[in-house]
């Protein structure tokens, strides 16, 4: 369900390395258009010489497609205001459900959930790509080894780019109606790295937040001038995405829009952008641990910086994901460089990488060795992928816990919408308040 961009990661996956354990028998979605992209895709990747000819239906007959092509589970990858209604209807209709994050966008949504797992008892998969890339993988290892102590603060700073975080402010992530705003859409992510690492459930939250520099007010401020509505045919403007560029967006996006009109280039200082480009948190944990947290979505490079005090020491995590906004030689810049690890390259001020340094109390600091990641999102989707599709066939369960269930998302999720209650009030906002206290 949703055949945009993010969905090609799970069709690629089912029609090629995961083939002999899954089968693609259905697309569901609003645009025709997009469908038939990713049909077009199966067919060839499948070698049937031609598209594959799946059925196509409409989200209004999700029922009616999981009874006719017999399916066993439905992948969700609809914009995020959507991802609880469609949930609760697929396991309601007896199927199995995986879930891009973020899980929902309200309490309320987060409550439905929480009500339709217990009322089906079907399974929900939360696809947290980041728990499985090495690096967080092995900041978790160090944490449950002991070598900190018990953790009793986490600093959390995570930038995006020019080009990766203005993205956000083109599409229809832009609306904090659909999104929820990146303290949801995005750091969901970031919220449920900590709540992993930690081993901890969140308990209060405090937040700041503000749109300072995308949206159109701000370009007024700054004299930008007269903006053009679209990327698309605006020239060699930095902050435009022209979809004649690159020929997936064109397919996916340019060429399907007279189906329902979405436009996927606005101008990021365009009106109506309600979400915030600059965010700040304190998170009160149950155990008494306590997090700051920052995300700016207009920053020169791109990565994040962890560090996690303990009784016994300290340990710092630095990634470097893109060095700088750098123009390749065709004049463009991958969206996203955490996905695209094979991007253009950057100065050596500021190299990519990670680095993994363990400082005990009377101690020297030690770098501690990551295992090199292979793909998209710092390593994460591959591995992500098998525990997907072939976590049934494992021989032992993962010491490092890193598949997701529904509880995880609520948790990941609940410290963003308690963020957005923060933000309306002046206020901490407790977990309690959100009546999600159950599940964190």
């Not at 989200?59 to 209604?85: F, S």
């Not at 397919?251 to 915030?276: K, Q, S, T």
């Given at each position: 369900m949703g055949t945009g961009h993010r969905s090609g990661m799970y069709v690629s996956a089912i029609t090629g390395d995961h083939a002999d354990v899954a089968e693609l028998v259905a697309w569901c979605d609003?645009?025709?258009?997009?469908?038939?992209?990713?049909?077009?895709?199966?067919?060839?990747?499948?070698?049937?010489?031609?598209?594959?000819?799946?059925?196509?239906?409409?989200?209004?007959?999700?029922?009616?497609?999981?009874?006719?092509?017999?399916?066993?589970?439905?992948?969700?990858?609809?914009?995020?205001?959507?991802?609880?209604?469609?949930?609760?209807?697929?396991?309601?209709?007896?199927?199995?459900?995986?879930?891009?994050?973020?899980?929902?966008?309200?309490?309320?949504?987060?409550?439905?959930?929480?009500?339709?797992?217990?009322?089906?008892?079907?399974?929900?998969?939360?696809?947290?790509?980041?728990?499985?890339?090495?690096?967080?993988?092995?900041?978790?290892?160090?944490?449950?080894?002991?070598?900190?102590?018990?953790?009793?603060?986490?600093?959390?700073?995570?930038?995006?780019d020019t080009v990766h975080g203005a993205d956000y402010f083109r599409r229809w992530h832009r609306q904090r109606e659909n999104s929820g705003s990146l303290l949801i859409h995005k750091a969901a992510h970031h919220f449920d790295l900590v709540n992993w690492w930690l081993d901890d459930v969140p308990a209060r939250v405090f937040a700041s937040a503000g749109l300072q520099f995308y949206g159109a007010a701000n370009a007024a401020a700054r004299g930008l001038g007269e903006r053009p509505e679209r990327g698309t045919g605006?020239?060699?403007?930095?902050?435009?995405?022209?979809?004649?560029?690159?020929?997936?967006?064109?397919?996916?996006?340019?060429?399907?829009?007279?189906?329902?009109?979405?436009?996927?280039?606005?101008?990021?200082?365009?009106?109506?952008?309600?979400?915030?480009?600059?965010?700040?948190?304190?998170?009160?944990?149950?155990?008494?641990?306590?997090?700051?947290?920052?995300?700016?979505?207009?920053?020169?490079?791109?990565?994040?910086?962890?560090?996690?005090?303990?009784?016994?020491?300290?340990?710092?995590?630095?990634?470097?994901?893109?060095?700088?906004?750098l123009i390749g030689e065709d004049g463009e810049v991958v969206l996203d460089a955490s996905a695209n690890p094979d991007g253009p390259g950057v100065t050596t001020s500021r190299p990519e990488g990670e680095r993994l340094v363990v400082q005990r109390h009377w101690g020297a600091a030690e770098g501690i060795p990551v295992p090199a990641g292979i793909g998209g999102h710092g390593g994460g989707d591959a591995i992500l992928l098998m525990d997907v599709f072939r976590r049934d066939l494992r021989l032992s369960d993962d010491p490092l816990g890193r598949a997701a269930g529904y509880l995880d998302g609520v948790r990941a999720v609940a410290v963003g919408i308690a963020a957005n209650e923060s933000l309306a009030s002046g206020r901490a906002v407790t977990m309690e308040e959100l009546g999600l206290a159950p599940a964190v």
């Open positions: 609003t645009n025709p258009g997009r469908m038939g992209v990713y049909d077009a895709e199966a067919g060839d990747a499948l070698g049937l010489g031609g598209p594959a000819g799946l059925p196509q239906y409409g989200p209004d007959d999700l029922e009616r497609m999981i009874a006719e092509q017999r399916v066993d589970a439905v992948v969700i990858t609809t914009p995020d205001y959507t991802h609880a209604g469609f949930v609760t209807r697929a396991q309601a209709a007896g199927v199995d459900v995986v879930v891009e994050k973020p899980l929902a966008t309200t309490a309320g949504q987060c409550r439905d959930i929480i009500d339709s797992v217990a009322a089906t008892g079907r399974d929900l998969t939360m696809t947290f790509n980041y728990r499985y890339a090495p690096r967080n993988s092995t900041l978790r290892e160090v944490i449950a080894s002991g070598a900190i102590g018990t953790p009793t603060s986490v600093h959390f700073e995570w930038v995006l605006a020239g060699r403007d930095p902050w435009a995405l022209d979809l004649t560029r690159d020929p997936r967006l064109k397919a996916l996006y340019l060429d399907a829009e007279h189906h329902d009109g979405y436009l996927r280039d606005r101008d990021v200082f365009g009106p109506g952008i309600d979400i915030y480009d600059n965010m700040s948190l304190v998170v009160d944990y149950r155990s008494g641990a306590r997090m700051s947290y920052s995300l700016n979505a207009h920053s020169p490079w791109e990565g994040y910086t962890v560090a996690v005090n303990g009784t016994e020491g300290r340990a710092e995590l630095t990634v470097v994901e893109r060095g700088a906004v």
